[in-house]
């Protein structure tokens, strides 16, 4: 069964442009939570969604967006980006809500 | 969800047994105990978990101490493969309705030749 992809891998991006990463969970998972990490703050919790649905969210601003799809694709949106946003995002499926999740790769974000 | 603490680093050698401990003394009666590990710039690995009961499956085995406050990741042979950093995560169960992971820092497990 294929894992967690995400795409792109690696994106460069300017102060003020707005971003849009893309995951796509393991084929049955209904959940997909978004996490970034940081050297800085390490791995924190951004959003959980479920059935389309948003479910659960971390303490980041409203600069940070997502939404799942039918098919529980996910997208997660940077709008206005800083060079504080320069991370690695990190999706998460899981069967359900508190399944055991499973990590894509990752999107390295570089703003410059 | 419970906090846990666990050593910085560690250091094993190729081969030899790595034991990993993890405190988690505030751990309630629904939370269960998962492992991730994240080797550089990749996404983190999902391990193993558990209640109550010990567990071991293909990739290590998981020792619950009876009071539930503690305890330790057994990789039975370790390789250069493994080293990497590895968290410990106290979670709710299935059902719930909140499903995130709260990473701490983790231990730095270096195997070496």
């Known amino acids: 069964k294929a894992g967690v992809t995400q795409t792109p891998r690696y994106l460069i991006k300017t102060r003020g442009q707005q971003v849009t990463l893309s995951c796509s969970p393991i084929?049955?998972?209904?959940?997909v939570s978004w996490y970034q990490q940081t050297p800085g703050q390490g791995l924190q919790f951004l959003f959980e969604y479920f059935s389309e649905t948003q479910r659960n969210k971390g303490n980041f601003p409203g600069r940070f967006s997502g939404r799942q799809f039918s098919n529980s694709r996910s997208e997660m949106n940077v709008s206005t980006l800083e060079l504080g946003d320069s991370a690695l995002y990190l999706c998460a499926s899981s069967l359900g809500q508190k399944e055991t999740q499973y990590f894509g790769p990752g999107t390295r974000l570089l703003v410059l | 969800d419970a906090k846990t603490t666990q050593p910085t680093s560690m250091d094993c050698a190729e081969g030899r047994a790595a034991n990993l401990p993890c405190n988690h003394s505030?751990?309630?009666?629904?939370?269960?105990v998962y492992w991730y590990r994240q080797i550089h710039s990749q996404g983190p690995q999902y391990i193993i978990h558990?209640?109550?009961n010990n567990e071991t499956n293909e990739m290590a085995s998981l020792i619950i101490t009876e009071d539930r406050k503690s305890s330790t990741l057994i990789l039975p042979h370790a390789t250069l493969r493994d080293t990497a950093v590895y968290y410990c995560?106290?979670?709710?169960?299935?059902?719930?309705?909140?499903?995130?992971?709260?990473f701490g820092k983790g231990t730095k497990l270096s195997v070496k030749p």
């Open positions: 995560i106290v979670r709710a169960g299935p059902g719930g309705s909140q499903g995130n992971l709260i």
């Open positions: 084929s049955g998972h209904r959940s």
């Open positions: 505030t751990i309630s009666g629904n939370e269960y």
């Open positions: 558990g209640l109550k």
